[in-house]
């Protein structure tokens, strides 16, 4: 026998038993008419059910369309974990004009002092608003004092608005 009918002859076994069991499986749902019925309307069923639920009033809306205001308070003081302090906020650059109101409403509101970043003495600024120079020193700081602040704030004042000069930011925490 050559190879060529032995994959010939395979095959036609392997054809004969799908025609078997495709045979078997529609009698099977002939015979159990309710259950082969069932299986069809089951996701159409499914999916009215999902519509009907998308249409449904959902307490996340507000009839006027317009949430409650929520009163934001200041940032909590930092609570030292791997070291004996800790920073509350820490931010950069610390020389920019622009951001200055910004991080004083947050000193403010959180009764906290600001204070620039000096790496011979770190613990004087215990819970207070640290200002770095850039985020490039944040991120230099960060590998040898990680868990040490609750958040950074790093500020990009190049982007502008038509005769308005906006601050974009990013957090990280």
Known sequence: MSKIDKIKDDFMESWDQLIVLTWKNYLISIRSWKTTLLQCLAPVIFVLLLLVLQYLPHNAFYEDLDPPKLEITGIRKCIPYDEDYCYSLVYAPNNLT???PIIQTIAKESNMELADYDPN???AND???V???SQAEIIDWLWTHQ????GILVFYPNVT???IQTPSYTLMY
Do not use: A
């Not at 868990?147 to 609750?150: D, I, L, P, R, T």
């Open 121 to 123: 003495n770190e613990k």
């Open 161 to 163: 608005v038509p005769n």
């Open 98 to 100: 622009m951001i200055e």
């Open 131 to 133: 200002g770095f120079g």
């Open 147 to 150: 868990n040490v602040s609750q």
């Open 127 to 129: 819970g207070k608003i």
